[in-house]
């Protein structure tokens, strides 16, 4: 392991469940520790008062996922305790509620349900759902383009496609899609945006001996962002 400022080490193995949980569940403001900082100066940037920020740092840092620094100009500092943290599949098995596939799952349905009723609210009567049907190896159905520009900055997006597959084209495709969402990472923060979650989901479904091929867009991207 190589050593960062502050003591961070580039790559550290969790072992303990609630360590696990925590990773999960605090996220998105351990993140903000990625350099040496104080609660303080966290709190403006995730909008929570500085001594909640301070709590959650101590229970964090009490689980090893933080590391605690000395005080500098009379104000404690944290630090992520490492870049990367790589947490055994078994630590969190689909059986807790906190565990690998379940809480993923959870936590995307509730976020993508919160957005799509906004953008349903905000489209308004009009809307249509779309399901095209082609041959394998015939003409892709085409979907229709929208004829008017997206009611909101950040409309919910969704796109599905079922289609039979080989092991190796289907991690092929996978992979594809998933790069991405790395590029989108490598990006970082647009100035001046919005937080956005994407995702790539992609599963063998159950097998009813049904063999068509179908395309199931459910978005409210419209055919342009508005001006």
């Known amino acids: 392991m190589t050593e960062q400022t502050g003591g961070q080490t580039e790559s550290v193995r969790v072992t303990d469940a609630r360590a696990a949980r925590a990773l999960r569940q605090d996220v998105r403001l351990l993140g903000l520790f990625l350099r040496p900082t104080s609660p303080s100066e966290v709190a403006g940037r995730a909008g929570m008062a500085a001594n909640l920020v301070h709590h959650h740092a101590r229970r964090l840092a009490g689980l090893g996922l933080l590391r605690e620094l000395e005080r500098e100009g009379g104000r404690v500092r944290f630090v992520l305790a490492a870049r990367e943290f790589r ?3 078994d630590l969190l098995p689909p059986e807790d509620a906190q565990g690998n596939g379940t809480a993923d799952l959870r936590e995307l349905s509730e976020g993508f349900g919160r957005a799509y009723r906004r953008s349903w609210a905000l489209a308004g009567a ?8 082609g041959e394998p190896g015939g003409t892709a159905p085409v979907m229709p383009v929208p004829d008017a520009p997206a009611a909101e900055g ?52 159950d097998d009813d001996g049904i063999r068509s091929l179908s395309r199931s867009p459910n978005s409210f991207l419209g055919s342009a962002l508005p001006v």
């Open 87 to 89: 947490v055994p599949s």
């Open 154 to 205: 950040h409309p919910a997006h969704l796109d599905r496609v079922t289609v039979n597959l080989t092991p190796e084209r289907y991690v092929q495709l996978a992979r594809e899609l998933s790069e991405v969402l790395a590029r989108a990472y490598a990006e970082g923060h647009s100035e001046g945006g919005q937080p956005c979650t994407l995702a790539v989901l992609a599963y063998r479904a």
């Open 126 to 133: 009009g809307e249509e759902d779309v399901d095209g049907f």
